[in-house]
């Protein structure tokens, strides 16, 4: 399969996610920890508490992937291709993916530097507070290993 052209373009909003009094979009619980926008217009503005946030994103990037295949798909050349997504999470989940990726770099692609690893590793720790559960045992191992020891 080609994955060359895959076109999942989901990029990170910096914002606090964490929403107290707004409902989840999945199970209607009260307290979102995740926010994925679609830079429609008017935007499209979608909140999910922290259980149900893996599953929501999985299935944003399908819907986006499916958005592009169709508009790959379409006859019409003047069609404008579909609005990106943008994403805010303040779960442990996604932290755990992108240190996965970080240890993986794509094909072709370069394995980051000891000094990126160690702003990484700084970048976690400012927002550790703010997460959604406790850190797992994969991000603290990170921490440990990038983390300036303390003073
Ligand atoms: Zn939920």
């Not at 550790?128 to 290993?145: I, K, T």
Request: proline fraction near 9%; aromatic fraction near 6%.
């Amino acid at each position: 399969m080609d994955q060359s052209h895959s076109s999942v373009t989901i990029t990170v909003d910096n914002s606090d996610p964490r929403e107290p009094i707004a409902s989840c979009e999945r199970c209607g619980k009260l307290g979102t920890i995740a926010r994925a926008t679609r830079h429609s217009e008017p935007p499209l503005v979608l909140r999910y508490c922290a259980d149900c946030w893996p599953a929501a994103q999985s299935e944003l990037e399908a819907r986006q992937n499916e958005e592009h295949r169709q508009w790959r798909l379409s006859p019409d050349k003047d069609t404008s291709p579909p609005p990106g997504w943008s994403s805010a999470s303040r779960s442990w989940h996604d932290v755990v993916n992108f240190l996965r990726v970080l240890a993986l770099p794509p094909k072709g692609g370069r394995a980051a530097t000891k000094q990126e690893l160690l702003s990484i590793a700084a970048e976690i720790s400012a927002t550790a507070n703010e997460m959604s559960g406790a850190m797992p045992s994969e991000v603290r191992a990170f921490l440990d290993q990038y983390s300036p020891p303390a003073a």
